[in-house]
């Protein structure tokens, strides 16, 4: 489970351009769940994602993320508990290494890298099963540089690697945005079947209401940093979730 | 064949300087031009040593232990002090040019009186043991796991944080090894030549990126060749092409814009090639 406790965090501090994005933000992620994050541009979805990562530091606040504060980690320590996805495809892979490459780096996550050994081949049969999960044939593929995978095949291998040590927290960081549909459809099935196959404690920014309803246990809707949703997902339709965000929309714009 | 010899010889010493630039630029995507003051710094700690007594092997081994350090400096002044890495290399090469005139309190030093590692036998043969050392402790050292990760660095950073790892640390070993293996490459030289000379690290950048650039032309899409392979023929060819011109009449002076010529032709090559490849093909990952 993760804990955010009394959260703070503004930009521009010291000029007049300030924002204050959260002002004592209180949140509880349940342990084993995908929940999905939405709002609209600017409402504090990714910046809450980059404070939990550590991408970007907190002013005040606590993350407790099974029973100890990340907060005050640096963003390499917090890696070794956390898994993130980006939406940028080739953000999560080496490009100019293998498939097995890639695979043997994200194996040896939070171990400590030393003057071993990286690739042993004992451990082929345990990437091609993982690989196989995907169905999209890179089990094939382990000696391809990623650079030359297509956006949904290099996306699906950052899941993999990203989950393959059962991190205590997944991030998907909009991780279908940049994916033509039908990918973007494909890989979000491969990441439902992931999280429930390891029950893995999840968070899934989306900008996309269905994908939201369809793939999460619990939908938050964020404005100015604040929690103006919170339902499980089975009580939810799209057309409610637009016709909040409808209205919100008109009352920036008034 | 004398001219021919001497060029493979050199070549063979510019192999170790292209092996240490290609860490840098090939695999950190780092442009460190500190190397032009740590191929004469390598030199200079070389006559340092030899000249108080110390044996040549010892002397061009502790030249390239030294000679990391102005790695080490680069990489403070980029990690730490948030200074672009370009200016921090020509920071660091500026106060080499002064540090190596202080080595010796000379600009100019011969070592015609001094023992040096070509003694021990033919001068070929021995460079073509280091070269072949280094290039075997260099490839194994790439398929260890610091080693993917260095390669890792250089290809995304974000990738190296989320593994738990600082990406800087991976930075200054690598810029620490290559810029020992420039120093290494400046000491050989300096007992090759029989002196040092404080200008003999100018266009020395220049002569590396034409190595490797000579290099990568050669059977381009095999993944056989190693890169470390391919830096070492390309210097070989770049000394061979350079002697065979300096033969012909050409003045040793004219070459240095005739090797930038060199590289500039090839990597706009590269560059314009690659992006009529994008605009035939539907283009990779969309960045948001």
Do not use: W
Not at chain 1, 15 to 23: G, K, L, Q, V, Y
Not at chain 1, 205 to 234: C, E, F, T, W
Not at chain 2, 118 to 127: H, Q
Not at chain 2, 140 to 162: P, Q, R
């Amino acid at each position: 489970m993760l804990k955010i406790n009394n959260l703070s965090k503004s930009f521009n501090k010291d000029s007049d351009e300030r924002i204050d994005i959260f002002h004592g933000f209180n949140l509880q992620i349940e342990e084993n769940k995908c929940t999905a994050i939405i709002g609209a541009n600017g409402c504090g979805k990714s910046t809450l994602l980059n404070l939990i990562s550590g991408s970007l530091m907190a002013d005040q606040g606590e993350f407790i993320l099974k029973g100890k504060d990340i907060g005050k980690l640096s963003e390499e320590k917090r890696a070794i508990h956390i898994g993130r996805v980006h939406q940028d495809p080739s953000m999560g892979v080496s490009p100019t290494l293998t498939i097995l490459e890639n695979m043997s780096l994200a194996d040896k996550k939070g171990e400590g890298f030393s003057l071993r050994k990286l690739v042993h081949k004992g451990k082929i049969p345990k990437y091609v099963e993982l690989l196989k999960d995907l169905d999209l044939g890179l089990e094939d593929k382990l000696d391809t540089q990623v650079k030359y995978l297509s956006g949904g095949q290099r996306q699906s291998l950052s899941l993999v690697m990203a989950s393959m040590k059962f991190p205590d927290l997944l991030l998907l960081d909009e991780h279908t945005a940049a994916l033509d549909p039908k990918t973007s459809h494909v890989v979000m099935k491969k990441t439902k079947e992931l999280i429930e196959k390891y029950k893995m404690t999840t968070i899934m920014i989306s900008h996309n209401m269905k994908d939201a309803i369809d793939y999460s246990d619990r939908v938050i809707m964020l404005d100015k940093g604040q929690v103006i949703l919170d339902k499980p997902s089975k009580d939810l339709t799209e057309e409610e979730l637009m016709d909040i965000y409808r209205k919100k929309l008109v009352e920036h714009l008034m | 064949m004398k001219l021919l010899l001497t060029s493979v010889e050199q070549g063979l010493i510019f192999a170790v300087l292209a092996m240490g630039v290609f860490l840098t630029y090939k695999i950190l995507d780092i442009a460190d031009l500190s190397v032009e003051g740590t191929f004469p710094f390598g030199a200079f700690l070389f006559a340092r040593f030899v000249s108080s007594g110390i044996n040549p092997i010892l002397s061009t081994f502790l030249a390239f232990c030294l000679g990391s350090l102005a790695g080490l400096l680069t990489t403070t002044l980029f990690t730490r002090l948030k200074i672009k890495p370009i200016l921090a290399g020509i920071l660091t090469m500026t106060i080499l040019y002064s540090v190596n005139l202080k080595i010796n309190g000379k600009s100019n030093i011969p070592l015609f009186s001094y023992g040096s590692i070509y003694d021990l036998g033919s001068t070929l043969l021995i460079l073509i043991i280091i070269v072949l050392i280094v290039k075997i402790l260099l490839d194994l050292f790439l398929k260890t796991e610091t080693g993917y990760l260095l390669i890792a660095t250089g290809d995304n950073e974000v990738l190296v944080k989320s593994l738990g790892e600082n990406s800087n640390k991976y930075k200054l070993i690598g810029l620490m090894l290559a810029n020992g293996l420039v120093a290494l490459s400046g000491a050989l030289m300096a007992q090759h030549q029989g002196f040092v000379d404080i200008t003999m690290g100018a266009g020395i950048i220049v002569v590396a990126l034409a190595s490797i650039i000579i290099g990568d032309t050669i059977k381009k899409n095999s993944n056989i060749l190693k890169n470390t392979t391919r830096a070492i023929i390309g210097a070989i060819i770049y000394k061979i092409i350079g002697g065979i011109a300096i033969d012909l009449g050409l003045n040793p002076n004219d070459l240095r814009a005739i090797n930038a010529i060199i590289v500039i032709v090839f990597i706009a090559y590269n560059n314009t090639a690659s992006n009529l490849f994008k605009l035939k093909g539907k283009g990779g990952a969309k960045n948001a």
